[in-house]
Nanobody, 120 residues
Framework: QVQLVESGGGLVQPGGSLRLSCVASGKIVRVNDIAWYRQAPGEQRELVATISRGGSTNHADSVKGRFTISRDNAKNTGYLQMNSLKPEDTAVYYC??????????????WGQGTQVTVSS
């Protein structure tokens, strides 16, 4: 069984910063790609950023220059550093990880989500 646990969300003023974390635990051999998604009320879930195991990253145009995805392979942890936050960044943020299990099967897992609210 694999669990992804996100943390770091909260209420922040416009222009502020937050750092989200996503820790994978369980019968894991390796965590491959990690992605962060977000979903605002009434909106579809959108991809925010991705990072490969080797560290190659991609960021959505809406967050480029403000958000940075990173990871620590030794800790099976992904991060999303969010700076210069705007009210339109308000959403539930979800972590998604592609995981290689002890059985050597590969599967995708989702975290439970963490709320980010940007408001004065």
């Amino acid at each position: 069984q694999v669990q992804l646990v996100e943390s770091g969300g909260g209420l922040v003023q416009p222009g502020g910063s937050l750092r989200l974390s996503c820790v994978a635990s369980g019968k894991i051999v390796r965590v491959n790609d990690i992605a962060w998604y977000r979903q605002a009320p009434g909106e579809q879930r959108e991809l925010v950023a991705t990072i490969s195991r080797g560290g190659s990253t991609n960021h959505a145009d809406s967050v480029k220059g403000r958000f940075t995805i990173s990871r620590d392979n030794a800790k099976n942890t992904g991060y999303l550093q969010m700076n210069s936050l705007k009210p339109e960044d308000t959403a539930v943020y979800y972590c998604n990880s592609r995981v290689v299990l002890f059985t050597l099967a590969t599967d995708d897992y989702w975290g439970q989500g963490t709320q980010v609210t940007v408001s004065s």
